[in-house]
């Protein structure tokens, strides 16, 4: 028995992906809201780099006439990408972009029907990072994130989607902008410094007239994500998209 | 682009396995402890019978080669087919266990080494689902189920498991039990006298005999289906399921 009668979305990306379904985090909220209609897949892989994650890619890719169809993939590096050296996770920033724009090609190559969405890493709270290496058993004394570097690399992803012309969700300005552009303020958003909290999977900035300040709260991740795909990609909205399979009503007709 | 270069584990069922991917649910659980080995789909179809999902399953199922494989198919249906007469969802008893075993045979038929694992319906609190339904705009006055037809059509999956011997996790004694053996018990675990609140997912009985009444607590609908996977089928331990694609401290060595 196969099961993929429905389309998918794929989230491909790193450990802020994989952990995209604890907790009500975005790709079980994308799950939730596609039920019925395409299935939310979970490529998150914990660790990885672009460099680490193309071949992963290739290995995904199918050609030719599929039962199912992957409509939509969201593609989400960087935080590993901008370990800074001599971490084995670093990539140079040159080719994280063109790791990330080859990642695009391929998708397009493979099924120029499949949309993709980029999401750039979110900030880091450095001295957060730096308290949470420290805590480990055996402590780890050297940081291996820095807040320009990330933000570098954020930019690198804006740069990939520009020169591919694919849209962008900028969850590092969000985030940013939520802490109220302070690295201290990102406390409530990284668990770690690094990863998201709930609070941050859920928490960016409403930033219409009406709100006051201490109300500027919207779901980032999802909301932005679906904001994005409604905008861009307005046939996979899913209150537009059909069930696979009709209503129980139209079953006893 | 394919995404289902993971194996899959699919929740088949009515509207109680649909809403498995809200707020945490089991589906959504389910997901993510199973992240980077199964993907875990729902096949939930809101106000089904098992006569209308019967079909459904058949254009699911796919004979021969598969890239990917359904390891594990967990049909959960019975809260509809129970619907008492007039209700079109109503479907025989007989007829009811009848299309529970066709459902297994099919699913075994098609690939042998896919795993079934059998769901009672919730127990139904006829009072609340009274409420619900003359609360609604226009109010309905009949009410559709009844607490002993419900509880007759848990026996009819229990006996379908057996004659095909698939295991069952007897979601309704559990939650019967967790509910103080009370139709009025069941308001915490029932939203309207049918669908699960989040307790409803969460909350069974552990009957331990060190646990106070008040703290006999368990995750029933996660907890149970995922201990009877490992108990009749350990390789789908997610614990002990390999990854597919290896762990990032590999790709570095």
Redesign the interface.
Known sequence: ??????D?I?LFGDSIT?AG????AF??KL??VY??KL?V????????NTT?ALP?LE????RGP?????RL?VIWFGA?DACIKPS??HVPLVEFIANIKQMVRL?QE??PE?KVILITPPPVNTQQRKEDLESREPPIMTIDRDFEVTQQYAGGVLKAGADCNVPVVNVWVALWQAAGNKEDGLRVYLSDGLHLTRAGYEVGLDDSPTKEADQRTIKVVYDALLERIRASHGELDPEKLPSV?A???E??A
Chains 1, 2 share one sequence.
């Open positions: 028995m196969a099961a993929p009668v429905y998918a794929v994989q379904w604890t907790d009500s790709g079980a799950a939730n039920s019925r299935d897949l979970n490529r998150g892989l914990a660790g990885y680490w992963v290995q995904c890719l199918e599929q039962r199912s169809k992957t993939i590993n084995v996770q998708v493979a099924d499949t399979f209503n129980w009503t079953m006893s």
